[in-house]
């Protein structure tokens, strides 16, 4: 199983062992990043890190300043695909992280830990991979669960957002009346990559009248900037995955 | 086989599940009444009564593997394997798995389809369930099945939450149970949403 890598903030912060640095080349080939962060050590591995001030746009990553054992587990279930469903693509497969019965528990119990009682009644799961990890985390807390689906396949009456892709547009859709105006919910993915699929869930809820509180997904491409597309809805991610 | 007829008769859970189900007629196309389990899901409750009700049957069957069929067998296999410790794999439209798949192919009313599993996932000897949300011609279960096989795994059972009466009984799909919640609901003009 690959390790996922992620990016090392602040030396302080990143606890983990050190394991074999994975150089993972640039997706959808754009130009390597210019900015190198500080403090970047050769080996990196896993990091759980409280998000800095809330001035700060970097992602939450889950908890306290100590490295949460579950999340190097998490990471090292994951599997990366070299050119899928392209070539130059590194696909972060979160399927094997669903034959880990241990990985998997955990990642649905470091979400739940999160959002309990925090008066969250709407877990809304983008299809497909979101409905894997949408439904337990709202049966574990209460809420309902609505499904965000590809145009057409939901019945009845649906509200639609179109968002941008590389070439071309692509549409979301939730059900009219799945939601009521006032509703705290979280989205849920299991990876954000440009961000275009959650900014177009986050736009749907608020026509609504809900009041998105988090992103949350399992993976993040950090490189892909996915946060920025997110306005002022945070994002919390258990796994950052950069070069 | 219902769930009525395997010690549930007069479990208000049922009620409740079949209650929380939305009939949308003439969807996708006219002369279907669709069986839309999503407001089932807008209810904790009665979706919690869903999940106990497999979880309560296959607890102790050592189930080491949770199949469902993309993308409404995604909702409903997760939260049960996780209950009762077994993997879960999804099964998908063709193209969506990466890495090494084997595919089967199924009927439609109108044409083929495809349905494709890893096959590093599944190991021989395992014990598997196959989770989709209705059961209607059992085309999509049966291919299911067949890729399970295929991989070496022993299906144990077929569970979904909706069926056509047609499954009562003793009724088996490649020789395999089903296992069978609620009937369809009926349309009610009176429902809103």
């Not at chain 1, 900015?35 to 990553?61: V, Y």
């Amino acid at each position: 199983m690959q390790t996922i890598i992620s990016p090392l903030v602040s030396h302080r912060l990143c606890l983990a062992p050190a394991v074999p640095r994975y150089r993972l080349p640039n997706i959808y080939h754009r130009a390597p990043p210019s900015i190198r962060l500080s403090n970047h050590r050769s080996t990196t591995s896993p990091c759980l890190f409280s998000s800095a001030a809330a001035a700060s746009r970097d992602s939450e990553m889950a908890t306290e300043d100590v490295q949460d054992p579950r999340i190097a587990k998490i990471a090292s279930s994951i599997r990366v695909i070299p050119d899928f469903p392209k070539p130059g693509i590194m696909f972060q497969d979160i399927t094997t992280l669903l034959l880990d019965t241990e990985a998997f528990k955990d990642t649905i119990a470091l979400f739940v830990d999160r959002y309990k009682d925090k008066g969250i009644s709407v877990v809304a799961g983008v299809e497909a991979r979101g409905f894997i990890f949408g439904p337990p985390i709202a049966l574990a807390i209460g809420a309902k669960f609505v499904p965000m689906r590809k145009p057409k396949k939901l019945p009845g009456k649906v509200i639609s957002e179109e968002y941008s892709l590389e070439y071309g547009t692509d549409t979301i859709e939730m059900h009219v009346g799945a939601v009521e105006p006032g509703e705290r919910a979280i989205i849920i993915d299991d990876l954000i990559a440009t961000g275009g699929t959650l900014a177009a869930a986050i736009r749907l809820l608020e026509r609504v009248g809900v009041k998105i509180v988090e992103c949350a997904c399992v993976i993040e491409l950090p490189e892909l900037k996915g946060k920025e597309k997110l306005g002022e809805t945070p994002l919390f991610v258990l796994v950052s995955s950069a070069a | 086989m219902f769930a009525v007829e395997n010690g549930l008769q007069g479990d208000p859970r049922l009620k409740a599940i079949s209650d929380a189900i939305r009939v949308i007629p003439h969807f996708p196309k006219t002369g279907i009444m669709f069986q839309d389990i999503t407001t089932l899901l807008l209810d904790p409750v009665a979706f919690k009564h869903v999940v106990d009700i497999f979880v309560d049957r296959y607890e102790h069957m050592n189930i080491s593997l949770v199949a469902g069929v993309e993308a409404r067998g995604f909702i409903f296999g997760p939260p049960i394997a996780l209950a009762i410790g077994a993997k879960f794999i999804p099964l998908r439209k063709p193209g969506k798995l990466p890495g090494k798949v084997i595919s089967e192919e199924y009927e439609l009313e109108y044409g083929r389809d495809r349905l494709e599993m890893s096959v590093e996932a599944v190991k021989s000897d395992e014990r598997a369930l196959v989770i989709d949300d209705l059961v209607a011609t059992g085309g999509t279960l049966s291919a299911s099945i067949s890729l399970l096989e295929r991989a070496g795994a022993e299906v144990v059972e077929c569970a979904c939450v909706v069926g056509l009466p047609k499954f009562k009984g003793q009724c088996k799909l490649k020789g395999k149970p089903l296992y069978v919640l609620v009937e369809p609901s009926q349309f009610d003009e009176l429902t809103t949403l």
